[in-house]
Protein backbone atom coordinates (compact mmCIF):
# COMPACT_ATOMS: atom_id res chain seq x y z
CA UNK A 1 0.00 0.00 0.00
CA UNK A 2 1.36 3.54 -0.60
CA UNK A 3 1.20 5.72 2.36
CA UNK A 4 1.13 9.53 1.14
CA UNK A 5 2.48 11.85 3.45
CA UNK A 6 0.95 15.87 3.33
CA UNK A 7 2.76 18.95 4.69
CA UNK A 8 2.38 22.39 4.06
CA UNK A 9 -0.71 23.40 6.68
CA UNK A 10 -0.35 25.73 9.17
CA UNK A 11 -2.68 28.99 10.59
CA UNK A 12 -3.24 31.99 8.23
CA UNK A 13 -5.55 35.14 7.86
CA UNK A 14 -8.24 35.31 5.75
CA UNK A 15 -6.99 36.54 2.13
CA UNK A 16 -3.31 34.60 2.88
CA UNK A 17 -1.87 31.86 0.86
CA UNK A 18 -0.75 28.66 1.33
CA UNK A 19 1.25 25.96 -0.97
CA UNK A 20 0.12 21.90 0.49
CA UNK A 21 2.53 19.32 -0.69
CA UNK A 22 2.02 15.52 -1.34
CA UNK A 23 4.83 13.11 -1.50
CA UNK A 24 4.00 9.38 -2.29
CA UNK A 25 6.40 6.61 -3.55
CA UNK A 26 5.86 3.96 -5.89
CA UNK A 27 4.94 3.49 -9.62
CA UNK A 28 1.13 4.11 -9.12
CA UNK A 29 1.76 7.72 -8.49
CA UNK A 30 2.97 8.30 -11.58
CA UNK A 31 -0.16 7.16 -13.27
CA UNK A 32 -2.69 7.91 -11.13
CA UNK A 33 -5.35 10.75 -11.35
CA UNK A 34 -4.73 12.62 -7.74
CA UNK A 35 -6.77 14.71 -5.33
CA UNK A 36 -6.46 17.03 -3.02
CA UNK A 37 -9.32 16.40 -0.59
CA UNK A 38 -10.53 18.13 2.77
CA UNK A 39 -12.84 17.45 6.05
CA UNK A 40 -14.06 20.15 7.78
CA UNK A 41 -15.19 20.57 11.50
CA UNK A 42 -18.33 18.48 11.22
CA UNK A 43 -17.95 17.80 7.99
CA UNK A 44 -17.84 15.53 5.07
CA UNK A 45 -14.51 14.60 3.45
CA UNK A 46 -14.42 15.96 -0.18
CA UNK A 47 -12.65 16.40 -3.27
CA UNK A 48 -11.74 19.78 -3.97
CA UNK A 49 -9.35 19.44 -7.11
CA UNK A 50 -7.70 16.69 -9.10
CA UNK A 51 -4.89 16.30 -11.71
CA UNK A 52 -4.89 13.55 -14.40
CA UNK A 53 -1.61 12.45 -15.13
CA UNK A 54 -2.05 14.53 -18.57
CA UNK A 55 -2.20 17.48 -15.99
CA UNK A 56 -6.01 18.11 -16.74
CA UNK A 57 -7.23 19.72 -13.64
CA UNK A 58 -10.75 20.15 -12.19
CA UNK A 59 -11.88 21.95 -9.23
CA UNK A 60 -15.39 22.33 -6.87
CA UNK A 61 -16.82 25.13 -7.01
CA UNK A 62 -16.25 26.24 -3.61
CA UNK A 63 -12.61 26.96 -4.56
CA UNK A 64 -12.42 27.63 -8.33
CA UNK A 65 -10.23 30.54 -8.97
CA UNK A 66 -8.62 30.32 -6.04
CA UNK A 67 -6.90 26.91 -5.59
CA UNK A 68 -4.31 25.66 -8.52
CA UNK A 69 -3.14 21.80 -8.32
CA UNK A 70 -0.36 20.52 -9.70
CA UNK A 71 1.92 17.72 -9.56
CA UNK A 72 5.56 17.27 -10.49
CA UNK A 73 6.24 12.88 -11.66
CA UNK A 74 9.60 13.24 -11.14
CA UNK A 75 9.41 14.04 -7.37
CA UNK A 76 6.28 12.12 -6.66
CA UNK A 77 4.91 14.76 -5.55
CA UNK A 78 1.34 16.57 -5.89
CA UNK A 79 1.09 20.12 -4.78
CA UNK A 80 -2.16 22.18 -3.95
CA UNK A 81 -1.51 26.10 -4.34
CA UNK A 82 -4.21 27.93 -1.77
CA UNK A 83 -4.62 31.65 -1.92
CA UNK A 84 -7.33 34.18 -1.06
CA UNK A 85 -8.12 31.30 1.86
CA UNK A 86 -11.50 31.92 3.87
CA UNK A 87 -12.72 30.72 7.00
CA UNK A 88 -14.44 28.06 5.65
CA UNK A 89 -11.60 26.35 3.81
CA UNK A 90 -10.43 25.23 7.54
CA UNK A 91 -10.37 21.88 7.38
CA UNK A 92 -7.69 19.02 7.12
CA UNK A 93 -6.67 18.59 4.01
CA UNK A 94 -5.30 14.62 2.61
CA UNK A 95 -3.94 13.85 -1.06
CA UNK A 96 -5.06 10.56 -2.68
CA UNK A 97 -6.24 9.09 -6.29
CA UNK A 98 -9.26 10.75 -7.58
CA UNK A 99 -12.46 8.60 -6.75
CA UNK A 100 -13.15 6.93 -10.32
CA UNK A 101 -9.31 6.31 -10.32
CA UNK A 102 -8.44 2.05 -10.69
CA UNK A 103 -5.19 2.84 -8.72
CA UNK A 104 -7.35 4.42 -5.37
CA UNK A 105 -7.44 0.88 -3.61
CA UNK A 106 -3.70 0.89 -3.52
CA UNK A 107 -3.53 3.57 -1.49
CA UNK A 108 -4.29 4.23 2.31
CA UNK A 109 -5.32 7.77 3.66
CA UNK A 110 -2.32 9.58 4.95
CA UNK A 111 -2.48 12.24 8.32
CA UNK A 112 -3.63 14.98 6.50
CA UNK A 113 -2.17 18.31 6.82
CA UNK A 114 -4.08 21.00 9.24
CA UNK A 115 -5.18 24.29 7.69
CA UNK A 116 -6.59 26.53 9.54
CA UNK A 117 -7.77 30.53 8.40
CA UNK A 118 -9.36 32.92 10.68
CA UNK A 119 -11.38 36.06 9.90
Known amino acids: QVQPVESGGGSVQAGGSLRLSCVAS????????MGWYRQGPGKERELVASIGNSNSTNYADSVKGRFAISRDNAKNTVYLQMNSLKPEDTAVYYCNPRPDSAYRQYFNWGHGTQVTVSS
Open 26 to 33: GAFFKIAA
